[in-house]
């Protein structure tokens, strides 16, 4: 599977943006969906991550309450609403697919386990 993240950019703080991550290649619908992100000198980190299913979702932290990750499997994309940013949201956003059916655990900062990882996109806060 292929994936390919869009919709960084530059943003105030307190400011919204949606990211959106589209899937080509194999079912999508089989697959659990996360978003991790990377800010510079710091390790990739987990934010968000959707289920197969789309009846489990889990959020970092930092991020609960104000990002909310979505799928739509008609347009095999996975969405990053993110609301209230903050300028330590600044980083590359990278989404990830997994097919192993169950959420994996893995290690922080990761959480999860992926087996494929798409570009990443460039979100920029400022304060």
């Known amino acids: 599977v292929q994936l390919q993240a869009s919709g960084g950019g530059l943003v105030q703080a307190g400011g919204s943006l949606r990211l959106s991550c589209a899937a080509s290649?194999?079912?999508?619908?089989?697959?659990?969906m996360g978003w991790f992100r990377q800010a510079p000198g710091k390790e990739r980190e987990f934010v968000a991550i959707i289920s197969w299913s789309g009846r489990n979702t889990d959020y970092a932290d930092s991020v609960k309450g104000r990002f909310t990750i979505s799928r739509d499997d008609a347009k095999s994309t996975v969405y990053l609403q993110m609301n209230s940013l903050k300028s330590e949201d600044t980083a590359v956003y990278y989404c990830a697919g997994d097919s192993r059916g169950s959420l994996l655990r893995a290690g922080p900062p990761l959480k999860y386990a992926m087996e494929y990882w798409g570009n990443g996109t460039q979100v920029t806060v400022s304060s």
């Open positions: 290649g194999r079912t999508f619908s089989s697959y659990n």
